[in-house]
């Protein structure tokens, strides 16, 4: 039943990217209720499949980059919903549900076997740590998604690009402020668990590589008062990077941190 619900949830997706490509050729009020009952749907039917992955697992599905892709498509399909109220655009569910079939994809070429967790992974702070990763992943991903929209919407009224560029910015804080913890509270796990808390492991390093990145368009929007373009494309560009310490990492350069 798992397999099928994610199956479901990919096709919803696709239905989105469609609904909303007819969108930007003929807009309409039904196109874009349309879009969002195919979102909704998206997201009852991602939650039911990680309902039944709960069940058959008997735990939180924090055991492998399966699980955490799904978790994780959940979560930035949640804070999407709530960012398009304000915002509903064709382009940003487009490129939300591109983004999400793009993961989807990852997610079904990853091993989805039920195993139990990991002795490395038996600990109290497994919670914290993947919890505050999702969020924080999320808030990047929609920042992205967002950007996306600022650099082809250039012609929109200065007010909407502001309003754009403003949320893009609160994105960024919060997850950075997520992304702070992540750190920290895998160091503290690192060295309950391996006796150290840093050991340059690849994860570690492209964590902190994108920490710096994002900690970058936040000085340079403070100090440089980087806004607009620039900053659309940092984020864009700091998403990659965000993708890249997620599935890049343990697929290319596997190390302690390596849960596939």
């Not at 599905?61 to 930035?76: D, G, K, W």
């Not at 690009?161 to 994105?171: F, P, T, V």
């Not at 160091?187 to 990145?213: F, Q, R």
Request: net charge positive; proline share 4%; glycine share 4%.
């Amino acid at each position: 039943m798992e397999s099928q619900l994610l199956t479901l949830s990919f096709i919803l997706l696709v239905l989105v990217v469609a609904t909303n490509l007819a969108r930007l050729w003929h807009p309409h009020i039904f196109l874009s209720k349309i879009s969002s009952l195919l979102l909704y749907l998206a997201l009852l039917s991602l939650v039911s499949t990680l309902g039944f992955r709960i069940m058959g697992a008997n735990r939180v599905p924090f055991a492998n980059m399966y699980e955490f892709t799904i978790i994780f498509v959940c979560m930035v399909l949640l804070v999407a919903l709530f960012i398009r109220t304000s915002h509903p655009s064709p382009l940003f569910d487009l490129a939300v549900a591109l983004l999400l079939t793009v993961l989807l994809s990852v997610a079904s070429s990853l091993p989805s076997e039920l195993r139990p967790l990991m002795p490395a992974l038996q600990s109290n702070w497994l919670h914290a740590h993947v919890a505050t990763a999702v969020i924080a992943y999320a808030c990047f991903a929609l920042a992205f998604c967002l950007g996306f929209l600022y650099l082809l919407q250039a012609n929109l009224p200065a007010a909407d690009l502001m309003s754009i560029d403003e949320k893009i910015y609160k994105l960024v804080v919060l997850g950075f402020t997520l992304l702070t913890l992540v750190i920290i509270t895998g160091a503290i796990w690192a060295e309950e668990v391996w006796g150290n808390w840093w050991s340059w492991d690849p994860k570690e390093t492209w964590s902190l590589i994108t920490w710096t990145v994002y900690a970058a368009y936040l000085h340079a929007r403070r100090t440089r008062e980087w806004k607009g373009r620039k900053s659309a494309w940092l984020v864009v560009t700091g998403f990659i990077v965000v993708l890249f310490t997620l599935f890049g990492v343990s697929i290319l350069l596997p190390g302690l941190h390596s849960y596939v």
